[in-house]
């Protein structure tokens, strides 16, 4: 009977040991986002992923701000510009006409927008599989577009 509880305390000590290895073995997001996901990139290392992530997101973050200020810059010029010419009397608006046109734009934008729902649902999944799958270069990527915007 002794020779018998050892044994099986043994044998339960090599699964234990067995599973161990085995948690070691498993990567940190194969573990907290579940089997599917990893990088796509896998055979690179996460210090690459991360500064391929880093350096790509830090480069979209500072065109986006540049642009963002020149877009920004450019509509509020061409505003005030609209002003100015209508306070001088340059140019005439018809304010009845512009109501009217905003309130069509209102309800055909309120038509699209219950016809899109399934398209975005779908959207919003394929993106949040992709950074499932690719969350270390995701990471870097953020953290890259924070810095690019702060640049």
Known sequence: MANQD???????YDKVVDLTEYAKRQRWWNRLFGKNSGP?????????????GGVS??????????????????VGGGLLLLQIANHTGYIQVDWKRVEK?????????????????PELNTFV??????????????????????LGLAS
Do not use: M, P
């Not at 050892?6 to 339960?12: D, Q």
């Not at 997101?57 to 450019?74: D, E, I, N, P, R």
């Open 6 to 12: 050892k044994e099986l305390e043994e044998e339960i």
């Open 40 to 52: 796509v990139a896998e055979k690179y290392s996460v210090a690459t992923q991360i500064a391929i």
């Open 57 to 74: 997101g830090w480069c979209v973050g500072y065109l986006f701000q540049k642009v963002g200020k020149v877009a920004a810059t450019s």
């Open 101 to 117: 046109d905003v309130n069509k734009a209102k309800k055909q934008l309120k038509k699209g927008t219950k016809q899109a729902g």
């Open 125 to 146: 999944e394929r993106s949040t599989e992709f950074v499932k799958k690719n969350i270390v270069v995701t990471s870097g990527f953020i953290g890259g577009f924070l």
